[in-house]
Each structure stands twice: as C-alpha cells, then as structure tokens.
C-alpha cells in the first residue's frame, strides 16, 4: 500500500491556507470522498460537516461542501459541534459519510479535516489511502449533471440532540445537585453544549473559555492548558473542573485542590468503578504506549489486562472493537467509553468520574490519584521539514544504550509526531534520574541529526 501523502494519525491537519490545508484540498478531498462513498446510485446520498470555532472553519466547510455536492451528495450543516457529536450524528442520521473541520488541541492558526464512516467510526488507513488515490485526479472527474447536484442545509439542532445523548450517559439515579463544577471548554466546539449538560443534570456551572472569537481556540485555555481551569477551581472553591479540548474529545480533570487528573487516571478511576460493577468489557482496558506504566501495575493488581496500541484514539478504538473492550484511551486525555460513542469524548469521560465521584461520596482528591505514576520525561525536539533524524545511526545508539541502562525497569519510546514535524522522546522507570537522563541524551543525539 502506497504512503500517505495527506492523511496523518488523525485526518488531514496542517496550517491553515498553507498546503496541506487549503480550500482546493479540502475540494479535492471533497470530490473524491464523494466518488468514493456514493455506494448506491439510485438514491440520493448524504454526508454530514461539524466544524469548531477555528477562523479557518469559514474557509474549509464550503470548499468541502463544493466539492461533495459535485459529486451529487447532500450536506447538513451542524456549526460547532464536539467531534465525538459528529461521529453520533453520522450513524443516527443514517449518512453515508461524517466530516469533522478541526485541528483539536492545536492554535487557531492550524485545522484539519477527520472523516468519519457511516457506522461512526474514524475511517481506516486502507479508506484514507483511497480517498487519497482520488484526491490527485483531474477536477472534472466523476462530476454528475446539473439535474443531480446535492442540496445543502443546516441542521439547527444538533447541539440539543447531542446534550441529549451526553446525559443519557449518566447514570439516571444520580444527580449533580449540590456539586460546583468549573468547565473550561477552550473556546471551542463544546462552548455551549458542555455547560448545558453539566446544568441541566443539576450542577452549579461556572464557565471558563467559552466566548470564542475565531482566533482564541485552546490559548491559555482547554485540557492542553489546565491552568485557566485550576484557577478557576480555587477562586470560586469548586469541588471539581473539567477541561475538554477545541473539538471536545479530549479531557483533563481537577479535584477541589487543583492536582490535575490526566487521562491514564480517569481511565484507572472509570476502570476501577466498572470492574467493580461488572460493567467492564474484555477483561481489562486498551491504552497507547504512551500510558504511564504506574496505570498497568494498578490493573495488573486488580487482574486486568493492559493492551497497548500505537498513539493515536483510532487504533485504541480498532483494538477495542476487535478485542470486545468497551474501556480504552490516551494518557493525553481521549477516553473511549464504547458503550456510548465510537470516539473519544471529554464531556463523556468527565460524566463518568462524576458518576464515581457522586456515588463515593468522598471529595475528587479523595479519587484523583489511584496510583502512583512512574517517573515519566518527555521531549519533543522539532526538525526541518523532509527530515528523517530516526534513521540516524547516532540516534539508534541513544535509544539502544538507553534500553540496556534501564535493564527491564523501565521504557524507551522515540517516535515522530503524527501531525507536526516532532520527534517525540519519551522514557520511564523507577530511578527518576536515570530516566531524565535518558531522555537528555537521546534528545541531543536526535537534535544533532534534526
């Protein structure tokens, strides 16, 4: 199978107006999604766009809307919308294709485009790989007559329906009455949906980042920023904060005191509550190599299973769906709860801890922390753009020396970033000094070859 030219780990994503995310790729991807998922030629088809607050939003939706009704698709419109609603919209609507306009955690200056199947779940490299092989044909290729061009329309409620589906999610016997619950929602897709469920499930909601202007997206704000939430938390004294991302599918949590909840423990916290239940599927959780190895010494305690996948919440999700998990996620903050949705969702993951938190009866600091991270450094280290430092001989001696010095008490991880020009340097073990150590030495061989 060819490499992909414009699809990374997670869509396509890049600077805005620079290749690749300009109005004639998002066209391109357009026409040949179009093309490619117009399955049945005796009915009409349908693709359905969300977007988030990005400036950006206003340039891609219409070049995709331009080019899907070329190739004789209807659109609906949904405007902000998280993307894990996207993905829900997508199946419950019966589309033959979901489309997502964001960049997620990045600055307002980037945006990308996820692609969503019509069961609602990411498409797989093989599908990317085909959209790709039609993205550099001729514009005219495969455009239908006048007579068969696809309608556009807005779809006005589809942040009700997805307030909707997020509070069935919670269990129907409990209630938030008496909780202060700060959510920080970035200034993003979840501006208006999140405080809304949070209130009407019974919380005081003190709202932080939800004015967005097109260009304050994820800017000292989100789960990528946690600080607006803490501070938050302790000015108003709320007994928990919630911080979700631009498009709303990853969360960071705080208890009372401001100690942040990062995603390996909402999964420990979510994993523990289940098991104890016996709600949780598969016999365990699917987390990245990225999850600390503290959180697979605490399932491991408990008879779980940790599975590890490559970074990125589709091949979680692909793992889970082949392994009958219905628990799985990124350290980073994507928790995928299978039981309701087909991606990662901040708000959903958060509903849960909640759950925990209000059935315990405990404070959340009571809760944050079920077991005791490994010492874990992590380095990006940028580079030109069409270079390769990992093929480096010098960079390959680092990683292997550092692999013999942790002597099994530990991990290496050296990886380039899906999305942006990074390598990212990642070791962990039990000697703190070492481990830091590691991570400086293989950081400057990676940036002598950069």
């Not at 990317?128 to 409620?157: C, K, S, T, W, Y």
């Not at 994507?334 to 087909?342: N, Q, R």
Request: proline share 4%.
């Amino acid at each position: 199978m060819s490499k992909r030219t414009y699809f990374g780990t997670d869509g396509i994503r890049g600077q805005a107006n620079s290749h690749p995310m300009t109005a004639e790729v998002a066209l391109r991807v357009g026409l040949a999604a179009g093309k490619l998922f117009r399955r049945d030629h005796g009915r009409r088809h349908l693709v359905v766009i969300g977007k988030d607050t990005r400036l950006s939003g206003y340039m891609i939706e219409p070049a995709l809307v331009a080019g899907f009704t070329s190739m004789g698709m209807d659109v609906r419109l949904f405007g902000p919308l998280p993307t894990p609603g996207v993905a829900m919209m997508t199946r419950s609507m019966r589309a033959d294709l979901g489309v997502m306009i964001s960049a997620s955690h990045n600055a307002y200056t980037d945006n990308g485009i996820k692609l969503f199947g019509p069961d609602g779940y990411k498409l797989s490299d093989k599908r990317e790989l085909e959209i790709e092989a039609h993205m550099d044909e001729g514009l005219q290729e495969g455009l239908v007559a006048p007579a068969n061009l696809g309608r556009v329309r807005r779809i006005d409620d589809a942040q009700a329906r997805y307030v909707e589906i997020a509070k069935a999610t919670f269990p129907r016997q409990l209630s938030l009455n008496g909780l202060r619950v700060v959510i920080d929602c970035a200034n993003g897709a979840a501006y208006k949906v999140a405080p809304e469920v949070l209130y009407e499930l019974g919380a005081e909601v003190i709202k932080v980042g939800v004015d967005p202007n097109g260009c304050n997206i994820n800017a000292d704000c989100g789960s990528t920023h946690p600080a607006a939430m803490v501070d938050a938390v302790r000015e108003f004294r709320a007994d928990v904060g919630i911080a979700v991302d631009g498009d709303a599918d990853r969360v960071a949590i705080c208890d009372e005191k401001g100690q942040v909840v990062d995603g390996d423990q909402i999964m420990a916290i979510v994993a523990g509550a289940w098991a104890a239940e016996d709600r949780l599927s598969g016999g365990g959780i699917v987390a990245t190599v990225m999850s600390n190895l503290g959180l697979e010494r605490f399932m491991a305690a408990k008879g779980l299973k940790l599975e590890r996948t490559p970074v990125g919440d589709r091949y979680v999700m692909e793992r889970m769906r082949s392994g009958g998990f219905n628990l799985g996620g990124e350290q980073s903050g994507h928790v995928i709860l299978s039981d309701y949705s087909t991606t990662g969702d901040g708000l959903m993951a958060a509903l849960q801890v909640l759950a925990v938190l209000v059935q315990s009866g405990k404070p959340m600091s009571a809760l944050a922390r079920q077991f005791d991270p490994v010492p874990q450094r992590m380095e990006n280290v940028r580079f030109a753009k069409g270079g390769k430092p990992l093929d480096s001989d010098k960079v390959k001696a680092a990683i292997a020396d550092a692999e013999v010095k942790l002597n099994g008490s530990g991990r290496v991880l050296v990886r380039a970033s899906g999305t942006e020009p990074l390598i990212r340097v990642m070791a962990e073990g039990d000697d703190e000094a070492l481990v830091a150590a590691l991570v400086s030495e293989i950081a400057g061989a990676v940036k002598a070859a950069a």
